[in-house]
């Protein structure tokens, strides 16, 4: 450490060897000294060592009595006891010329990129707003002139205008086939209306898997979705917004204005349901190790899907499958129901005779 100490007190003292002798004092100078603290004995070794220069008259002898001056500080200045040596004056005197038209360089200088900055400045605040405002988002250039909503069972265009001051949109992949969305599309109402309020910020897209127009209608009319929606005959088409969703509906992916995933039904290739979106980050991480309710196929009618599985079952069960019959759950059953009936006809010996 003290290696290093006395190497930057060389360099630096290397550097003031380098930049010459200081120039001679003024009285704006000596009056800055005694200002800021220094005796008049400090300042008068100073202005011997460095020599004086300028003019000494009654106001400068004023400042210098107000700064503190000691007289002999102020008799020697006027006696000429600190003056620079004639023999040196005119280069001392050129040197301080050459000095101040430097300093004057650098203020045009620093003047001209000022006024460079400024107008720099002055032309972003006065560009029109328009290059920035008719930026559509990622997300709101995707549905651009598609929204429609429901009002009173009645279907208007909703306007882009309002769609892209939102920063928060949560696709709502539904269908009113679907029994799981039924099911779920009540309580995001509730959520939305019990949300939007204090969040003017967010949003809700429906995007339909239903058959017809007339089904998409009726699902926004009987389940009063708040929410815009995507035009039926404008989804089919719209492969980079339906790639947001998953392979079972419902399903409910928060993005923000640019696209990006905030929050999703699926963890990877695990579906969790859209209750897992609106459940705190804590119950999410719960509900991602815990069994979802099964949702539907989003390009198959649920009921006929679930009337498949109950044949299928049927189908196992009409060939006697030996290895569920076998299995340790039924086994285990069998034993227990087999205990409970010898210890009932323990109780009753005659029943254990006519058996």
Same mark, same amino acid.
């Given at each position: 450490m003290r290696f290093f100490l006395a190497t930057a007190i060389l360099f630096g003292l290397a550097a003031l060897g380098v930049a010459g002798p200081l120039p001679p004092m003024t009285v704006k100078d000596i009056s800055l000294m005694l200002r800021s603290g220094y005796s008049s004995k400090a300042v008068e070794r100073?202005?011997?060592?460095?020599?004086?220069?300028?003019?000494?008259?009654? %106001?400068?002898?004023?400042?210098?009595?107000q700064a503190g001056a000691s007289p002999a500080l102020v008799n020697g200045l006027k006696s000429g006891a &600190?003056?620079?040596?004639?023999?040196?004056l005119a280069a001392v005197q050129a040197e301080l010329a050459a000095k101040a038209q430097g300093r004057a360089r650098q203020l045009e200088e620093s003047r001209r990129l000022d006024t460079l900055h400024q107008a720099r400045l002055a032309q972003t605040r006065n560009a029109p707003p328009a290059d920035t405002a008719s930026k559509a988002t990622a997300i709101a250039s995707l549905i651009k002139g598609d929204l429609?909503?429901?009002r009173n069972g009645l279907l208007r265009p909703y306007l882009? %205008?309002?769609f892209e001051k939102k920063k928060l949109i949560g696709l709502y992949f539904s269908a009113h086939w679907c029994g799981p969305?039924?099911? &779920?599309?009540?309580k995001l109402v509730a959520y939305y209306n019990k949300t939007v309020a204090a969040h003017p910020e967010f949003e809700i897209v429906f995007v339909s898997f239903d058959k017809s127009a007339a089904a998409m209608e009726g699902y926004m009319r009987d389940l009063q979705m708040p929410w815009p929606a995507v035009g039926f005959d404008k989804v089919s088409g719209n492969e980079?917004?339906?790639k947001y969703a998953g392979s079972s509906i419902p399903c409910l992916v928060v993005v923000d204005e640019t696209g990006k995933v905030i929050f999703d039904s699926y963890a990877g290739k695990n579906y969790r349901g859209p209750e897992a979106v609106l459940s705190s980050p804590r119950s999410a991480r719960r509900n991602r190790y815990r069994r979802p309710r099964p949702g539907c196929d989003g390009a198959v009618d649920s009921r006929r899907r679930n009337r498949g599985r109950s044949l299928l079952r049927a189908d196992n069960l009409a060939e006697g499958d030996s290895d569920r019959a076998n299995s340790r759950p039924l086994q285990a059953s069998r034993r227990r129901v087999e205990g409970l009936a010898d210890s009932h006809y323990r109780k009753d010996p005659a029943r254990l005779v006519s058996r």
């Open positions: 100073e202005v011997a060592a460095r020599h004086f220069i300028g003019t000494f008259d009654a %106001a400068a002898e004023q400042n210098l009595a &600190f003056a620079v040596p004639a023999a040196d429609i909503s429901s882009d %205008a309002e969305c039924r099911a &779920f599309t009540p980079a917004l339906k």
